[in-house]
């Protein structure tokens, strides 16, 4: 990938909407069909998420070459975050800690949560 080519897609990055980045944090998890990315989205936003509202934005990532679309079988697809995608995610990491990062309270604060997620 050259130079250009990772700062389009930065910039895509910090174009990208909240519920777009969440399908992105989603799929870093595991690949998944998209009503499992549904029922996912609905558990963290406590709410339910309509097919009008996912696979546009699932389409928009595709486009935007930070999902991946496969069959799975003849009525299925399985979505998947490409390499590009997780850049996408770790830009947009860096860019909230150092702006949350700002004393040794909150450092800690956020090294707690990354022991915890391990």
Do not use: C
Request: net charge negative.
């Amino acid at each position: 990938m050259s130079e250009a080519e990772t700062v389009s897609n930065v910039a895509t990055a910090r174009d990208l909407t909240a519920f777009q980045q969440n399908v992105l944090i989603v799929l870093a998890e595991e690949s998944r069909y998209g009503l499992a990315i549904k029922r996912e989205l609905e558990d963290f936003y406590d709410e339910e998420v309509n097919h009008g509202r996912l696979y546009p934005n699932l389409d928009t990532l595709i486009e935007r070459g930070l999902v991946e679309k496969s069959e799975l079988d003849k009525r299925t697809n399985e979505y998947a975050i490409t390499d590009e995608g997780i850049e996408v995610l770790l830009d947009s990491f860096e860019w909230r800690f150092k702006k949350f990062i700002t004393n040794d309270e909150r450092a800690e604060k956020v090294e707690s949560l990354l022991e915890a997620a391990q």
